[in-house]
């Protein structure tokens, strides 16, 4: 059963980690750390009030915190050592800051609220409105 989880649910639980797992918070980290757990003891047959620290300690494995962590820093090390490595200076620049108040704001489109597409709504002729939606959106 542990090889199951190993194969099937601890890759699931960390795929991408060094990309996702730092823009986690606390409580989001807490709710995947319990899952984890929980699926480590159903597979090896532990109650569910056995510490955190002991099935890590049956199972052999690694808090997922960790493992995560460690992904991130091996990730960072690989990319250093090689040349050419698109990720090679993710370390030194920063990503621009996001702000909800500047985003460009979208027109509603004219085209899907006259008449004439109402009544080829109606007629069951969304093709060509799909189509001009379609090049209102290109533009």
Not at 26 to 38: F, N, P, S, W
Not at 70 to 79: M, R, T, Y
Not at 83 to 97: F, I, M, Q, S, V
């Amino acid at each position: 059963m542990l090889k199951t989880f190993k194969a099937i649910i601890k890759p699931l639980a960390t795929y991408a980690g060094p990309a996702w797992h730092q823009l986690m918070s606390d409580t989001q980290m807490a709710k995947l750390e319990r899952q984890y757990i929980g699926g480590l003891k159903a597979c090896c047959g532990l109650t569910k009030d056995t510490p955190k620290e002991l099935v890590y300690y049956e199972t052999k494995m690694m808090p997922l915190k960790e493992e995560l962590e460690l992904g991130s820093e091996q990730f960072a090390i690989s990319a250093m050592r090689t040349p050419g490595h698109p990720a090679k200076d993710l370390h030194t620049r920063r990503p621009a800051e996001r702000s909800s108040g500047n985003r460009p704001r979208t027109p509603p489109l004219e085209a899907t609220r006259s008449k004439e597409d109402e009544w080829r709504r109606q007629r069951g002729d969304t093709k060509s409105i799909q189509k001009r939606n379609h090049t209102v959106f290109v533009k």
